[in-house]
Nanobody
Framework: QVQLVESGGGLVQAGGSLRLSCAAS????????MGWYRQAPGKQRELVAT???????NYADSVKGRFTISRENAKSTVYLQMNSLKPEDTAVYYC?????????????WGQGTQVTVSS
């Protein structure tokens, strides 16, 4: 069982910044990809950014140039630095991690953290 715990959400004004963190714990052999997804009210969950164990990143077009994903492999932690936030960034942000445990492949999700951007 692999658990993910997110932190760092909150309320911020448009143009402001927030930093999200997500720490993985449990019986982990490896963490391949880690990422952030978000879900706004009435909308489907969408990819925000992902990062591989080698550091290759991928971003949604809507956040390119504003958000930066990074990870500390030694701490099994992934971060999302969000700058120049817009009201349309308001959503619940979910952390995701995929890799291998002694039980086999896993694909785990965090509980979500609310990000609200006021105009």
């Amino acid at each position: 069982q692999v658990q993910l715990v997110e932190s760092g959400g909150g309320l911020v004004q448009a143009g402001g910044s927030l930093r999200l963190s997500c720490a993985a714990s449990g019986n982990i052999l490896s963490i391949n990809a880690m990422g952030w997804y978000r879900q706004a009210p009435g909308k489907q969950r969408e990819l925000v950014a992902t990062i591989t164990s080698g550091g290759t990143t991928n971003y949604a077009d809507s956040v390119k140039g504003r958000f930066t994903i990074s990870r500390e492999n030694a701490k099994s932690t992934v971060y999302l630095q969000m700058n120049s936030l817009k009201p349309e960034d308001t959503a619940v942000y979910y952390c995701n991690a995929a890799g291998w445990s002694p039980a086999g492949k896993y694909n785990s999700w965090g509980q979500g953290t609310q990000v609200t951007v006021s105009s």
